[in-house]
């Protein structure tokens, strides 16, 4: 898949957020996820929420927002969320 594609090129990913009930997909393998995004030769920008899994393997996030949130399957109905973008290789 995405190894395929080298430094000229650009990828935005936007995984399915940990944590809550995803209606799109199932079972997503995060630590999986990050593993490639770390190993990918291409420049790349991945939004998620603010979860130290995230931070532990992406670092510092570029840009953060937060705002109110309604969730499905969150632990309240409605919580802070904090939406974070990170880059790699430029």
Known sequence: GLQKYGPE???YLDPPYLDTDNRYYKDI???AFLATVRSLKARWMVSHTHHPLYVRNLGKPVAMKTRQAALKGAQKKSETLAECIWKGNY
């Open 29 to 31: 393998d995060h630590e």
């Open 9 to 11: 090129d650009f990828i």
